[in-house]
Protein backbone atom coordinates (compact mmCIF):
# COMPACT_ATOMS: atom_id res chain seq x y z
CA UNK A 1 0.00 0.00 0.00
CA UNK A 2 1.41 3.23 -0.85
CA UNK A 3 2.12 6.20 1.55
CA UNK A 4 -0.77 8.24 -0.64
CA UNK A 5 -3.17 5.35 0.13
CA UNK A 6 -2.28 5.81 3.28
CA UNK A 7 -3.17 9.32 4.18
CA UNK A 8 -5.97 8.89 2.20
CA UNK A 9 -7.16 6.18 4.81
CA UNK A 10 -6.12 8.34 7.65
CA UNK A 11 -7.61 11.32 6.16
CA UNK A 12 -11.33 9.39 5.95
CA UNK A 13 -10.87 7.65 9.35
CA UNK A 14 -10.22 10.67 10.80
CA UNK A 15 -13.36 12.36 9.83
CA UNK A 16 -15.22 9.17 10.47
CA UNK A 17 -14.39 9.77 13.96
CA UNK A 18 -15.07 13.10 14.26
CA UNK A 19 -18.23 12.91 13.33
CA UNK A 20 -18.82 10.10 15.47
CA UNK A 21 -17.30 12.33 18.45
CA UNK A 22 -19.54 15.42 17.72
CA UNK A 23 -22.82 12.99 16.99
CA UNK A 24 -22.31 11.99 20.67
CA UNK A 25 -21.79 15.34 22.00
CA UNK A 26 -24.95 16.75 20.28
CA UNK A 27 -26.80 14.02 21.81
CA UNK A 28 -25.71 14.40 24.90
CA UNK A 29 -26.35 18.30 25.15
CA UNK A 30 -29.82 17.68 23.99
CA UNK A 31 -30.28 15.10 26.66
CA UNK A 32 -30.11 11.65 24.84
CA UNK A 33 -27.61 10.26 26.26
CA UNK A 34 -26.16 10.34 29.44
CA UNK A 35 -22.82 12.70 30.36
CA UNK A 36 -19.63 10.18 29.98
CA UNK A 37 -19.29 10.93 33.83
CA UNK A 38 -23.01 9.58 34.72
CA UNK A 39 -21.87 6.03 33.33
CA UNK A 40 -19.94 3.19 34.58
CA UNK A 41 -16.91 0.98 33.28
CA UNK A 42 -19.75 -1.98 31.71
CA UNK A 43 -16.19 -4.22 32.02
CA UNK A 44 -16.74 -3.66 35.77
CA UNK A 45 -13.87 -5.48 38.06
CA UNK A 46 -12.82 -2.47 40.27
CA UNK A 47 -12.50 0.09 37.87
CA UNK A 48 -11.73 3.33 38.90
CA UNK A 49 -11.78 6.97 37.09
CA UNK A 50 -13.77 8.67 34.34
CA UNK A 51 -15.05 6.48 31.86
CA UNK A 52 -14.64 7.13 27.86
CA UNK A 53 -17.29 6.61 25.33
CA UNK A 54 -16.15 3.63 22.54
CA UNK A 55 -17.40 2.93 19.33
CA UNK A 56 -16.82 -0.24 17.66
CA UNK A 57 -17.83 1.20 14.58
CA UNK A 58 -17.53 4.55 12.94
CA UNK A 59 -19.63 4.31 10.46
CA UNK A 60 -22.51 6.97 9.76
CA UNK A 61 -25.21 4.49 11.12
CA UNK A 62 -23.39 3.62 14.44
CA UNK A 63 -22.47 7.46 15.57
CA UNK A 64 -24.74 6.84 18.74
CA UNK A 65 -23.51 3.07 19.74
CA UNK A 66 -21.07 4.13 22.11
CA UNK A 67 -19.94 1.59 25.28
CA UNK A 68 -18.74 3.01 28.01
CA UNK A 69 -15.31 2.19 29.36
CA UNK A 70 -12.54 2.89 31.45
CA UNK A 71 -9.24 4.16 30.32
CA UNK A 72 -7.59 0.76 31.03
CA UNK A 73 -10.65 -1.22 29.40
CA UNK A 74 -10.79 1.25 26.18
CA UNK A 75 -6.88 0.86 26.04
CA UNK A 76 -7.15 -2.95 26.06
CA UNK A 77 -10.07 -3.01 23.37
CA UNK A 78 -7.98 -1.16 21.36
CA UNK A 79 -4.82 -3.47 21.62
CA UNK A 80 -6.95 -6.22 20.75
CA UNK A 81 -9.24 -4.95 17.87
CA UNK A 82 -9.67 -2.80 15.06
CA UNK A 83 -12.69 -0.70 14.77
CA UNK A 84 -14.88 -0.55 12.01
CA UNK A 85 -15.03 1.47 9.56
CA UNK A 86 -17.06 2.11 6.57
CA UNK A 87 -15.72 1.32 2.66
CA UNK A 88 -15.01 4.25 0.66
CA UNK A 89 -14.64 3.62 -2.70
CA UNK A 90 -12.36 6.17 -4.16
CA UNK A 91 -9.05 5.22 -1.53
CA UNK A 92 -7.71 3.35 -4.83
CA UNK A 93 -7.57 6.20 -7.34
CA UNK A 94 -4.18 8.02 -7.18
CA UNK A 95 -4.96 10.27 -9.49
CA UNK A 96 -8.00 12.29 -7.26
CA UNK A 97 -6.06 14.93 -5.43
CA UNK A 98 -6.04 14.82 -1.82
CA UNK A 99 -8.06 18.39 -1.68
CA UNK A 100 -10.31 17.03 -4.18
CA UNK A 101 -10.89 13.86 -1.30
CA UNK A 102 -11.26 15.68 1.56
CA UNK A 103 -14.23 17.80 -0.38
CA UNK A 104 -15.88 15.04 -1.40
CA UNK A 105 -15.91 13.34 2.44
CA UNK A 106 -17.51 16.81 3.63
CA UNK A 107 -20.40 16.48 0.76
CA UNK A 108 -20.67 12.82 2.05
CA UNK A 109 -20.72 13.63 5.64
CA UNK A 110 -21.83 16.89 7.37
CA UNK A 111 -18.33 18.52 8.31
CA UNK A 112 -18.13 19.61 12.30
CA UNK A 113 -17.20 22.65 13.36
CA UNK A 114 -14.13 22.99 16.35
CA UNK A 115 -16.29 21.75 19.45
CA UNK A 116 -16.47 24.56 21.70
CA UNK A 117 -18.58 22.84 24.31
CA UNK A 118 -15.24 21.27 25.56
CA UNK A 119 -14.00 24.60 26.32
CA UNK A 120 -15.69 25.94 29.17
CA UNK A 121 -15.87 29.61 28.08
CA UNK A 122 -14.74 31.48 25.31
CA UNK A 123 -14.69 35.17 24.62
CA UNK A 124 -16.51 37.51 22.42
CA UNK A 125 -13.34 37.39 19.73
CA UNK A 126 -13.67 33.54 19.85
CA UNK A 127 -17.23 33.26 19.42
CA UNK A 128 -16.71 35.21 16.46
CA UNK A 129 -13.79 33.39 15.19
CA UNK A 130 -15.65 29.97 15.42
CA UNK A 131 -18.73 31.48 13.64
CA UNK A 132 -17.04 32.88 11.04
CA UNK A 133 -18.32 36.37 11.79
CA UNK A 134 -17.59 40.27 12.92
CA UNK A 135 -17.27 40.73 16.66
CA UNK A 136 -19.91 43.54 15.75
CA UNK A 137 -22.32 40.93 14.59
CA UNK A 138 -21.94 39.37 17.63
CA UNK A 139 -22.22 42.74 19.86
CA UNK A 140 -25.61 43.15 17.46
CA UNK A 141 -26.97 39.73 17.78
CA UNK A 142 -26.16 40.48 21.27
CA UNK A 143 -28.31 43.46 21.88
CA UNK A 144 -31.48 42.63 20.22
CA UNK A 145 -30.97 38.90 21.79
CA UNK A 146 -30.16 36.46 19.77
CA UNK A 147 -26.80 35.47 20.37
CA UNK A 148 -25.83 32.52 22.98
CA UNK A 149 -26.76 33.14 27.01
CA UNK A 150 -23.50 35.38 27.90
CA UNK A 151 -22.14 36.31 30.99
CA UNK A 152 -19.66 38.87 32.45
CA UNK A 153 -16.29 37.86 33.40
CA UNK A 154 -15.16 41.32 35.19
CA UNK A 155 -15.45 43.80 32.28
CA UNK A 156 -14.79 40.61 29.43
CA UNK A 157 -18.25 39.18 27.82
CA UNK A 158 -18.21 35.20 27.67
CA UNK A 159 -19.99 32.71 26.48
CA UNK A 160 -20.37 29.13 27.93
CA UNK A 161 -18.70 26.63 25.15
CA UNK A 162 -21.93 24.21 26.04
CA UNK A 163 -24.61 27.26 25.52
CA UNK A 164 -22.85 28.18 22.20
CA UNK A 165 -23.34 24.83 21.12
CA UNK A 166 -26.59 24.88 22.04
CA UNK A 167 -27.48 27.46 20.44
CA UNK A 168 -25.85 26.49 16.87
CA UNK A 169 -28.35 23.48 17.45
CA UNK A 170 -30.91 26.12 17.64
CA UNK A 171 -30.52 28.33 15.23
CA UNK A 172 -29.64 25.52 12.49
CA UNK A 173 -33.52 23.60 13.68
CA UNK A 174 -34.71 27.52 12.90
CA UNK A 175 -33.50 27.27 9.60
CA UNK A 176 -35.07 24.36 8.27
Same mark, same amino acid.
Request: glycine share 6%.
Given at each position: ?????????????????????????????? *????????????? *????????????????? #???????????????????????? !?? #?????????????????????? !????????????????????????????????????????????????????????????? #???????
Amino acid at each position: MSTHHDRRVYLVRRHLQDQCRRAVLLATLD *GRMPRAGEMSCEV *GHGCKGSTNRHHDSYAP #EHHLDVRPLCARHHAEWHNNNEPH !YP #EVEFFDHPQIHESYLVSQIEMI !YETPRDTVASRGSITEAELAKHLSVSRSLIRKLRSIGNAPPWFLDGRTVKYRGRDVEAWEI #EQAHERR
